[in-house]
């Protein structure tokens, strides 16, 4: 099985440098721990960038072109809390190590149980990092989820659509502020990358994985209902059922079987081939753009 080795040891090098740009560190970093190179090329340990994990599709705004998909979610719903705990845990335990968990929506303040999430990932020292996106509309209201945001590993993004869809970020800031929880203010106000419709583009084998070998959301991954995906696109269009998903497109986690920790390791390191949403998609190495949080008349 050929593997992407660079891929790889990119991956070990953002979990155990946790951030640190320096060469020199990372040269380092790689030469003190032969042992977690060697586990990591046989696929004995799993490091990987960056999880997005989808709990809800309720949201507080009607975005249109969502790369999230939440305009076709009739009705929205929360998921399961239970359920998205196992998926985690089966992951989780099979010498897998995440630099970076993303806590998605919908608008994830909505979650009734975003308080139970935060606390499982609390716990999980093979977690290094935990954001929560939120879109600038409501007020964390409460103190459980508060206070556990005071722990530097979470952090909450606010996507900045401006201050009249973002009307209560200055309000949700001031709080964060006076508990010393860590933010930041993502100005995507401006533009999304506008994916298209999910009409078949026919495109040609050469070309797809061409278009899959530059996409630059082909290593997001993410999770939604138990399954991880290679990117938002094609796991919100599998969901809804509005793209095709083949096999290899993604893993099931709601299952703890042996093969778990091998499927992740071909599913995260040994595909250079397009997947099936790639033919549904115009996130091509041009793309075009829209104007982000355009709400309706």
């Known amino acids: 099985m050929k593997v992407n080795i660079k891929q790889i ?12 740009k320096s060469k020199l560190h990372s040269v380092f970093v790689l030469l003190t721990h032969p042992l977690k190179v060697y586990n990591a090329l046989r696929g004995k340990e799993i490091y990987i960038k960056y999880v ?18 939440i305009e076709y979610y009739n009705p929205p719903k929360h998921y399961d809390y239970q359920a998205i705990i196992k998926s985690l845990n089966n992951l989780l335990w099979r010498g897998v190590h995440i630099n970076r968990i993303h806590i998605l929506g919908g608008e994830p303040l909505c979650y009734p149980y975003l308080y139970e999430i935060l606390c499982y990932l609390k716990n999980q020292k093979n977690v290094n990092e935990v954001g929560i996106t939120t879109n600038g509309t409501l007020i964390l209201k409460d103190s459980r989820v508060i206070d556990i945001l005071c722990d530097p590993k979470f952090r909450i993004e606010f996507s900045n ?5 973002s009307k209560k970020m200055p309000e949700m800031i001031h709080i964060l502020m006076e508990r010393g929880i860590k933010y930041i203010i993502r100005e995507t106000g401006s533009s999304w ?22 996409c630059g959301l082909r290593f997001t991954n993410s999770i939604i209902e138990g399954k991880l995906y290679h990117c938002s696109w094609g796991a919100h269009g599998a969901n809804l ?42 996130a ?14």
């Open 161 to 165: 659509y401006g201050n009249s869809v």
């Open 284 to 297: 091509t190495e041009h793309p075009r753009y829209i104007k982000a949080g355009v709400q309706p008349c």
């Open 52 to 69: 997005d994990v989808v709990i809800t599709t309720v949201c507080t705004l009607k975005c249109k072109g969502c790369g999230a998909l």
């Open 241 to 282: 059922g509005l793209i095709p998903v083949g096999e290899k497109d993604y893993v099931d986690l709601s299952i703890a079987t042996n093969s778990l920790r091998k499927d992740l390791f071909h599913f995260l390191y040994s595909n250079d081939s397009s997947i099936e949403a790639c033919n549904y998609c115009d």
């Open 193 to 214: 990358i506008d994916f298209g419709n999910f009409e078949c583009r026919n495109r040609d084998k050469s070309e797809l994985n061409n278009m899959y070998a530059h």
């Open 9 to 20: 040891l990119r991956d070990l090098l953002h979990v155990l440098t946790a951030g640190k």
